[in-house]
């Protein structure tokens, strides 16, 4: 009774442990049905050969003094076990082909997205808006090694979900950047490998927004585990505003950089600027003189960082010093106010160095190890 109770939750829930999830997009309806339907096939078959082969055994065994016949060459039979399976494939074949040309027509897409798998992050460009960007899983590490409570999504959050649009054509082209990867949404019924050197096609229209999970599905090195797949699937109007967001937050990062990285700063402003920096991040440490707290903070006046090289002192600054209370900087000030304080510290006090540091000199900084 139990089992023939699961058997029809099986078939009728919508999420289910054991079976297929129906998904959210016709094409995994369609897969799902396909699969329900040969589902059913193979019980009728089953049920079918067992029945005759039970049948058999019980009412026609030995012992009951049946005798077995003794025929060779049936011809009726063997053109009936040719000609039944023959048209059982042609009728599980024709519906498979029909679903599986439908799922590898990425023809009059509305958008495209280039998605490419490294070890062990996924990165999506979205080809006719010019935006892109890597998601990497964000499940704490302290999850992973057992420290903290799991939550519902373990393993399968990321940092920045793959956005898209619902109602919408979107074609994925699939690729990798080292070695075989598989993009995996099942409930969008896309499982499409990512291979270096190829582009491999593969398209949705999602019906719900929503967020939908998966994962590489390749075996692809030993954080395979640790590449989740999330999508936000959002109504075309909020899509859209997405992506204008995204364009417009671009198109900022790139304005303020090139402004910075363009300008050269006179050695009163950044004097100026760098007071107030070194006010606002360190004289709480270092103290409004420079002078520190003996045994606790170290004085800025006569020491090997303020007096040595430049680039040692904005190592420093950027990154910090492990294990002291010194923090890395690089995330809580902008360049201007890293290079201003940098200047500030190496002319101040009666050091007058005589050093100019720019933003530029910091962004060369932070990025000479890319
Ligand atoms: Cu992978």
């Given amino acids: 009774m139990a089992s023939s109770l699961s058997f029809v939750s099986l078939a009728s829930s919508e999420r289910s442990d054991l079976n297929l999830p129906v998904g959210v997009t016709d094409i995994s309806q369609k897969v799902y049905d396909l699969h329900m339907t040969i589902f059913y096939i193979c019980i009728a078959i089953g049920v079918a050969v067992f029945g005759v082969m039970l049948w058999a055994m019980v009412f026609h065994r030995k012992s009951r003094g049946v005798k077995a016949a003794n025929f060779h060459e049936s011809l009726k039979v063997e053109v009936a076990w040719t000609i039944v399976p023959f048209f059982i494939l042609i009728g599980m074949a024709v519906p498979a082909t029909k679903t ?6 990425a023809s009059e897409s509305d958008i495209s997205i280039v998605v490419t798998g490294s070890q062990w992050k996924w990165h999506y460009k979205y080809l006719d808006d010019d935006i892109e960007f890597y998601s990497l899983m964000s499940t704490p590490m302290e999850q992973i090694q057992n420290k903290w409570v799991k939550g519902d999504t373990y393993l399968l959050e990321v940092d920045k979900p793959l956005v898209i649009p619902t109602n919408r054509k979107v074609r994925f082209l ?8 598989s993009w995996w949404v099942p409930d969008f019924a896309v499982k499409k490998d990512a291979n270096p050197g190829f582009i491999n096609e593969a398209w949705t229209r999602v019906n719900e927004p929503g967020i939908y999970r998966g994962q590489c599905a390749e075996l692809c090195g030993k954080d395979h585990g640790f590449m989740p797949v999330v999508v936000k699937a959002l109504p075309p109007e909020e899509f859209d505003e ?11 990062a790139a304005a303020e950089e090139a402004r910075l990285l363009a300008m050269n700063m ?10 107030a920096a070194y006010m ?39 990154n910090g010093k492990k294990g002291t209370a010194m923090q890395a900087f690089a995330k809580q000030m902008s360049l201007k106010q890293i290079a201003a304080v940098v200047t500030y510290e190496r002319n101040a006090w009666g050091i007058n160095s005589g050093d100019l540091v720019q933003p530029k000199d910091v962004h060369q900084f932070i990025n000479q190890g890319e």
């Fill in 242 to 252: 997405w992506m204008a967001q995204q364009k417009a937050l671009k198109a900022a």
């Fill in 100 to 105: 599986l040309f439908e799922m590898e027509d």
């Fill in 266 to 275: 006179s050695f009163e402003e950044l004097m100026k600027e760098g007071e």
């Fill in 174 to 181: 699939m690729t990798s950047d080292d070695v075989i990867h």
């Fill in 280 to 318: 606002g991040y360190c004289a709480a440490c270092h103290q409004a003189n420079g002078a520190g707290l003996p045994g606790v903070f170290p004085s800025l006046i006569n020491s090997p960082i303020t007096l040595g090289d430049v680039n040692g002192h904005i190592d420093i600054v950027v």
